[in-house]
């Protein structure tokens, strides 16, 4: 794996790895540039941000397979090829990444590729359930048949949540979509499946069972926030740096605990279903089986936006103007969406909104709603009366 930081094991440390698969050895699957964009929006997150409650960053490695190999600046600001997301590869960093958290550190987890369904024994022998299968780069063997490679997630997780002491947040961005054929035997890192979970991990998948993900290519505009990139992951990090605050906290000023997290992603992720039809089975997951504390911070920001949809009862978006003033007078913007009209604004403010209809025969447009709001939330519905 490629290391930007050295690492340092303390109790205090955040953990970081980061494996985007963008190319695969196997022609059938697509290759996947905007996974690649994301995983370096991801890594100069983590690297810039403010952790809650003094934490630092002890490590930060990525894996990132590319059609041309990617460079991305390490700590002393020298520029470092990446290694690609190879199944080897891959199995190391989650050993190796497993190996600092167990030491009591926080850790983070985002895969962003592609994935599938595929049918596996359960360990009580009793019947099939479905799997999620993560693939990596290249190509291995299953008997004498040429196979995807790949680790199978759920005994992945159950390996880290037998090793890491401490709660986990994994984000996986893949789809899980139809099943394959025949049950090809997909493994974790560890080979030992025995001993007890303990169910520590919070993970956020980006699809439900049998559902796909989605990833724009690098010149595919979303939405007004960004162009490119795997979706649920840019909804993730959009949340972690911009939108998912929810309340001051005593020590650390703007904080994003877990439950906002989730929130504003899943409402990130809304928003751009709602411009485009390829996007409106768009939604993401939230699997709580971990015990990351509702109430500890993950991060913190210095100056948060909250997500604001302006409704009107009865009111179409046709013919209406929606402005939006703070206590100061400056207007900010607010668009048009299915009904309803969207805002992002700095969190405390007090605003006023005023809903006009669009004159047509007279210079004075006629106000139709009024309402006078604060943004204090990931997401808020205000209906302008």
């Not at 963008?22 to 059938?28: A, F, L, T, W």
């Not at 983590?46 to 894996?63: D, H, I, P, Q, T």
């Not at 600046?73 to 958290?101: K, N």
């Not at 167990?102 to 099939?128: K, N, P, Y």
Request: proline residues 7%.
């Amino acid at each position: 794996m490629t290391a930007l930081l050295p690492p340092t094991l303390s109790d205090d440390a955040v953990h970081v790895l980061i494996i985007a698969v963008g190319r695969y050895d196997e022609p059938s699957l697509s290759p996947l540039p905007g996974a690649v964009l994301s995983a370096e929006r991801l890594t100069d997150f983590w690297r810039g941000c403010s952790f809650a409650r003094g934490r630092k960053l002890g490590s930060l490695e990525v894996l990132i397979s590319h059609q041309a190999p990617v460079s991305l600046q390490a700590h002393d600001g020298t520029p470092t090829i990446v290694e690609p997301a190879t199944f080897a590869e891959v199995g190391a960093a989650l050993e190796a990444w497993a190996g600092r958290c167990a030491t009591g550190a926080f850790g983070v987890l985002h895969w962003i590729g592609h994935g599938e369904t595929v049918s596996q024994t359960d360990e009580a022998g009793a019947g099939r359930n479905p799997g999620h299968v993560l693939y990596t780069q290249d190509i291995g063997r299953f008997g004498s048949a040429p196979v995807q490679t790949g680790y199978d997630w759920a005994r992945t997780l159950n390996g880290l949540q037998r090793i890491v002491p401490k709660p986990l947040l994994c984000f996986i961005d893949a789809c899980s979509n139809t099943p394959v054929d025949k049950d090809a035997t997909y493994f974790a890192p560890w080979r030992a499946e025995k001993g007890r979970i303990l169910h520590l991990a919070d993970v956020f998948l980006s699809s439900r069972p049998g559902a796909r993900a989605h990833c724009a290519r690098p010149d595919q505009p979303v939405g007004k926030d960004f162009t490119g990139g795997a979706l649920f992951s840019e909804a993730v990090r959009m949340a972690l740096s911009r939108y998912g605050a929810d309340v001051r906290d005593d020590r650390d000023g703007f904080v994003v605990f877990k439950d906002f997290l989730h929130r504003a992603a899943k409402k990130r992720l809304e928003r751009w279903a709602r411009g485009s039809r390829k996007l409106k089975a768009l939604e993401t997951v939230f699997v709580p089986q971990g015990t990351f504390d509702v109430d500890e911070p993950i991060v913190r920001m210095e100056a948060p936006f909250g997500m604001i949809d302006l409704v009107h009862p009865g009111v179409p978006t046709r013919g209406i103007d929606c402005f939006i003033s703070d206590s100061a007078g400056t207007r900010h913007a607010s668009t048009p969406a299915n009904d309803l009209w969207e805002a992002d604004l700095p969190y405390d403010p007090a605003y006023d909104a005023t809903l006009q209809r669009t004159p047509r025969f007279s210079r004075q447009a006629i106000a139709v709603g009024h309402k006078k709001f604060e943004v204090y939330s990931p997401h808020r519905v205000v209906e302008v009366l």
